[in-house]
């Protein structure tokens, strides 16, 4: 039987509309991915910038699928309509054609590609995607190579080409001149599950990006009508389609989300090439849901944005908040992510915006951790829950707060198990249907995070954060923990212990100096709380004449006051007299040494920037977060006599000092191989036996536990875990793992699964014992060649080849140094729980007053 979605009568909506019938979403195959990642590895010479190389697969994809397409038809007696006419030379069919050389291969794919959207042949969609591209380079074997790799993708009406495609818009880089960073995909998915997209509604992103948002919106109303009872007619299929609809500024951005929303069944995307802030052409149109993540950057002198705005502002994230709350239909819905100046900046703009949502709009705060964008940025941000209808009949606003999303908040993002967004979920699903009391008791429960027991989320009335002068978007304001803290010693005010609590001043000619008096700085003051040096800027003496009252003495404590919120309240104790001043976003501490210990003091101050003290009680100024003199001088500490306190500094002094010594003999050793001049040498190429590689696992996919190991070109070593059989590589004696682009070199004799592109397996022949072969290469010269490629060096690296028995007796040698140096490490963690336990006897225990 003829399969009717082929046959050539069919339009191209019609053929959309079909395209996943009756067909479940399929996880993103091991071929596809890896066939995309070769694409890119050919590309990377050519096309360094990840967007690009992104745009370039694109366009060879659909120009494929163009071809693919003409040959169905022709199959099915029909014609080929996209590659007809003067078009016809350029088919993909002839390209391929080997009787073409490399040279002329190449023009007529750049020709062809160029002249693309000028053919009357192919949908206005097809002639948008191909405006404006050219071909970056001019090298007929890289172009021999990608479109062979291209060659291997095939039109099949399968939605594993979306899948495919979303793995591929994964590795693009952040457009970060633009305030624009790609939205994870675990949040956008947790954001869309509490909205709750359904089949009849009308859905917008007015700042779409890849439309990562309508693509998880499109597949939650799928996953909602999957079994036999509620599953979609052909008819409903259809209108489906036309209930999406995205913004962007962006052409690249617009031809990517098309191309997106296309290979996931939309025939005719609604993508619109659109300034959302300052255009009007579009300004009466309503969406009965909401879901964005708009640009943070405001470009420089601000937005100019048209009078219809009811908040008047000229910052991008204010605007766009103001604008997706104004275009919501009667009971729309909507979820915004945003910045942290959003939830406490204290301009009229800011203010007015937040308490036109809470008045109309604003049901839920979500605060996210400051991290999730890593490593494009590290900015807070924060999810807004937005329903008209829910917002007037509720009385209370829901604030929740998720430390942790699943992923650790370093610019790798490598899964953990801490992960609150379930929870979140549940809570937030919760309270949405209805904000009843039966929702204050589940409200009630509560998750362990450490060792305090906190709500996830609690509820604070409207009138309460409006009577607030600011109406900040904290929830930690409003939060009464319940948690006390029980010591048997009193608790005073630093102002009480304290001689003076004075900060530094600015001098922005420190600037490029290197010489005169150091200006002490943030960067100064280490996250284990010790005064460092590098990068120390200077003053002239010139400036310092008249600031004799900021020199450091012996006793002096510096504050971090003002930086990124994680980081304010960090300490160090000056030791000695130093001349020299402290900047602005430093405050000194002289404590009465007739109350205090001032090393106690640094000690104390540092451990509450540790358990996250500080972190509610900060301010905004000058774009930054901060603590002020007269908050400082109010935070309590607990004071112990001062004989106890000799007693515990001397203590934790000796403590430091193990830890010290036994990180210096952890640091600096290194495995030394001592050559003998007899002993012959080999390149390295010449010794290695050939590896079959086993599937690599993308970043994106880690397990935080698993049966195997996942292995990358990291210091870490191990980036997480895997449980599929199929991707592990079995090892049958020890061999070394290269990262080409860090040159680290690990010894691996377990099984384990590659996680990460641009890692290499050494095995050497058997004329190695595998653990003297890494020794040999750590003692070897590998050129640094920055970030590129350093495999092609290692190969050519030449090393000692003595005899077996030799070997062995070496590494027997080194095997016993590492032993000691691992006792090292494990003398370090010993002590260091020595000091917690120390520092938890100080504060006594956490307790509950509930």
């Known amino acids: 039987m003829v399969n009717p979605i082929l046959t050539p009568t069919l339009s191209l909506k019609e053929r959309g509309v079909r395209w996943n019938t009756n067909q ?29 190389q992104v745009e370039q697969i694109t366009i060879a994809l659909i120009y494929k699928f163009m071809d693919d397409m003409d040959r169905q038809s022709e199959e099915l007696g029909g014609k080929a309509t996209f590659f007809s006419k003067e078009y016809k030379k350029y088919a993909w069919s002839r390209l391929l054609d080997n009787r073409l050389s490399g040279h002329e291969r190449l023009l007529l794919y750049a020709e ?15 002639r948008d995607i191909f405006k404006g591209v050219f071909l970056p380079y001019r090298d007929p074997e890289t172009l021999n190579l990608f479109l062979k790799e291209i060659n291997g993708f095939s039109y099949d009406h399968s939605e594993r080409l979306g899948d495919a495609f979303e793995y591929l818009l994964s590795v693009m880089d952040s457009q970060g001149s633009a305030g624009q960073f790609r939205t994870p995909r675990h949040i956008i998915d947790f954001i869309v599950k509490i909205v709750d997209p359904r089949k009849n509604e009308t859905i917008l992103d007015p700042a779409c990006g890849t439309a990562g948002f309508l693509i998880s919106s499109f597949k939650h109303i799928l996953a909602q009508h999957q079994n036999f009872s509620s599953e979609l007619t052909p008819d409903e299929r259809g209108r489906l389609m036309t209930n999406f609809c995205g913004y962007d500024i962006s052409p690249d951005m617009v031809r990517l989300s098309r191309v997106n929303l296309y290979l996931h069944s939309f025939a005719n995307p609604r993508i619109h090439e659109y300034d959302t802030l300052t255009s009007e052409e579009r300004w009466d149109e309503r969406y009965d849901v909401i879901l964005a993540n708009p640009p943070f950057m405001t470009p420089k002198g601000g937005i100019r944005p048209h009078n219809r705005f009811s908040i008047k502002a000229t910052r991008s994230e204010v605007l766009f908040v103001d604008y997706i709350a104004e275009h919501l239909n009667v009971n729309g819905r909507a979820g915004v992510i945003v910045p942290e100046g959003i939830i406490f900046q204290s301009q009229n703009a800011y203010k007015k915006l937040r308490k036109m949502l809470i008045e109309n709009y604003l049901w839920c705060v ?20 937005l329903d008209k209808s829910l917002a007037k009949r ?21 899964p953990i198990e801490k992960n609150d967004l379930p929870e979140a979920l549940k809570v937030i699903l919760k309270c949405h249907s209805g904000l009843d009391p039966e929702s204050r008791v589940f409200l009630d429960s509560s998750v362990k995070r450490g060792n305090d027991k906190l709500p996830l989320a609690h509820l604070v009335s409207r009138k309460r954060i409006l009577e607030n002068g600011d109406i900040n978007l904290s929830g930690d304001r409003y939060r009464d923990t319940g948690i006390r803290i029980s010591t048997k010693w009193p608790m005073v005010k630093l102002a009480e212990v304290a001689l003076e609590i004075k900060s530094g001043f600015a001098c922005g000619s420190s600037d490029g100096n290197s010489t005169g008096i150091p200006h002490l700085r943030p960067m100064n003051i280490s996250t284990d709380g010790q005064l460092v040096w590098g990068g120390t800027k200077y003053i002239s003496e010139d400036v310092f004449t008249d600031k004799p009252d900021y020199l450091l003495k ?57 358990r996250g003290t500080f972190l509610d009680l900060c301010h905004r100024w000058v774009g930054q977060s901060g603590v002020n003199n007269a908050v400082l001088s109010s935070v309590e500490i607990p004071l112990p006599p001062l004989g106890v306190q000799e007693k515990i500094v001397a203590e934790l002094g000796g403590y430091r000092k193990i830890i010290e010594g036994a990180k210096q003999i952890v640091t600096n050793y290194k495995p030394t191989l001592k050559i003998d001049p007899v002993w012959p040498t080999v390149f390295v190429s010449n010794v290695l036996e050939t590896v079959k590689y086993t599937q690599k696992v993308q970043k994106t996919q880690f397990l935080p536990s698993g049966r195997f190991p996942i292995v990358d070109q990291s210091e870490e070593f191990i980036a997480g875990y895997w449980d599929d059989e199929t991707s592990v590589f079995h090892i049958s004696k020890p061999v070394i793992l290269f990262g080409d682009h860090t040159r680290i070199l690990k010894y691996v004799d377990f099984d384990f699964v590659l996680g990460a592109d641009g890692v290499k397996i050494l095995q050497p022949d058997n004329r190695f014992v595998p653990r003297f072969f890494h020794l040999a290469l750590l003692n070897s010269e590998i050129p640094n060649l920055g970030y590129s490629r350093h495999f092609k060096e290692l190969v050519r690296v030449q090393i000692p080849l003595p005899p077996l028995d030799v070997q062995h007796r070496i590494v027997e040698e080194i095997e016993a140094e590492r032993e000691l140096v691992e006792a090292n490490r494990k003398l370090i963690k010993i002590y260091e729980q020595k000091i917690q336990a120390k520092l938890s006897e100080i504060w006594g225990d956490v307790t509950s007053n509930n």
């Open 24 to 52: 479940k979403s399929k996880m993103l195959d091991s071929e596809t991915k890896s066939r995309i990642d070769s694409a890119r590895d050919i590309l990377v010479g050519k096309v360094p910038d990840p967007k690009s």
């Open 112 to 126: 062809g590609i160029e002249k693309m959207n000028e053919n009357k042949n192919i949908p206005q969609l097809f």
């Open 366 to 385: 979500v605060s996210l951790p400051a991290g999730c964008f890593n490593p494009y940025s590290g900015v807070k941000t924060s999810v807004l829950l």
């Open 394 to 414: 509720s009385e209370e606003i829901v604030f929740v707060k998720v430390e942790n999303d699943g992923f650790d908040l370093g610019a790798q993002r490598r």
């Open 554 to 610: 012996a006793g002096d404590i510096l504050f971090n006051n003002t930086n990124s919120k994680e980081l304010v309240g960090k300490t160090c104790y000056v030791d000695r007299d130093i001349h020299a001043g402290f900047s602005n976003h430093l405050t000194r501490i002289r404590p009465d040494l007739l109350k205090i210990i001032p090393r106690l003091l640094a000690i104390i101050l540092h451990e509450m920037w540790r």
